[in-house]
């Protein structure tokens, strides 16, 4: 079991920039596939980024995302934001081969024009 805690969401105006954190409870998330993604209303839920386990990444956009296994925590950085980056980003994991299963609760970003 992994439970997952976003934070750092907020009102930013356009061009600005975020850091998100998700922090993981648990002693094996460093073996966890880590990702993001983000749902706007009345829109599907839809990736971000996602990093393995030994560092490798892909992301959608204009974001980048890195990992702290020492202190269990993912973050997403979010730069140059766009008021259609306004959505409810989530963190999420899995292993590797799977489908994600552990979800976070998700932490509002709102861009402002």
């Known amino acids: 079991q992994v439970q997952l805690v976003e934070s750092g969401g907020g009102l930013v105006q356009a061009g600005g920039s975020l850091r998100l954190s998700c922090a993981a409870s648990?002693?094996?998330?460093?073996?966890?596939?880590m990702g993001w993604f983000r749902q706007a209303p009345g829109k599907e839920r839809e990736f971000v980024a996602e990093?393995?386990?030994s560092g490798g990444s892909s992301v959608k956009g204009r974001f980048t995302i890195s990992r702290d296994n020492a202190k269990n925590t993912v973050y997403l950085q979010m730069n140059i934001l766009k008021p259609e980056d306004t959505a409810v980003y989530y963190c999420?994991?899995?292993?590797?081969?799977?489908?994600?299963?552990?979800w976070g609760q998700g932490t509002q970003v709102t861009v402002s024009s």
């Open positions: 648990g002693r094996t998330f460093s073996s966890y596939v």
């Open positions: 990093i393995s386990a």
């Open positions: 999420a994991a899995r292993v590797i081969g799977r489908h994600y299963e552990y």
